[in-house]
């Protein structure tokens, strides 16, 4: 048999098992918002969500995180079960998705990373987006030491940025598109190059470059994380659980493993004074972690971590592993459509 043959074999195969036992969907959101410049379409628009929710009340058979890795145990069919997660704990979790969840009584995980809660700091990529993407005045030249090694940047006369250049570039995205201005290259070369660092070492570099856009630390109204206050409000009279999600949202795999361990022991202890109960929920930041990582969160009490990894849960899929789908701003239909292709993967 020919290898595209048996690819289409393995294709139909897949199909008729998932239309006779199909899987459970573990929904990815960030924020519920409508923000002006989202580059990494983190924001699912109020009135989309809420279609979502309408489409997920008529099509699926919801049910919370946690209640999913306990019908795997139990070996019950988890026929069309869908999950709802959210990353990070921004505060239009509170504001924004919690009435609606309520609205239309679906429970929902938010994974929470404590070490921005109560601080006055936006996530640090939320303020690379206000220094370089946002329309203020910076200097011609950026200079920066990152790890033993130099950089420098030119802008031009991109250190000006117009009202209308930024309306003309607010729905770039950064994975998928090209960067429209010098401003774009740079938040982008940026980010990566912070993305991987230390907390204190990317923090350090962040007020450097506050200083340098001559801006303040303070995170905006809209941008900000949950408050500690606001995390245990979340839960309060809900149908919504808090989960961790590390304190300072490292890429764990760069990390050795005793800074993993505080990273994620620490993240469940602090919830858990929070909240006055045990916290049993994990996810990933961005999706990073290694065989060595998974063994502290099941050594730290959790009892399922999600990943980013795409799929549809099955009963023998790995509790630390949980496959999830990312849910982008789309409209009802686009949503449902979604839906049903993703019960097909
Ligand atoms: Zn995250």
Redesign the pocket.
Known sequence: MKLRDLGRVRQVFRRVRNSIAPGALILMY?RIADEDSDPWGLCVKPQHFAKHLEVLRKMVRPLQLHQLTQEMDAGTRLHRSVALTF??GYIDNLQNAKPLLERFDLPATV?V?TGYTGQDREFWWDELERLFLQPRQLPETLQLKIEGQHYQWELGTDAHYSQEAFARDRLWQAEHQKTPSVRHSLYYSIWRLLQPLREEVRRQLLDELLTWADAKPQARATHRPLTQAEVLDLERESPIEVGA?TVM?PFLSALPISSQKQEIQQSKTHLEEILGHPVRSF?Y??GDYTKDTIAVVREAGFTCACSTNKGSVKRQSDRFQLPRVGVKDWDGDEFARRLARWFDV
Do not use: E, K, L, M
Request: glycine share 0%; proline share 10%; aromatic share 20%.
């Open positions: 960030h990353d990070d994974f990373s999600h949202h996810a930041p961005y």
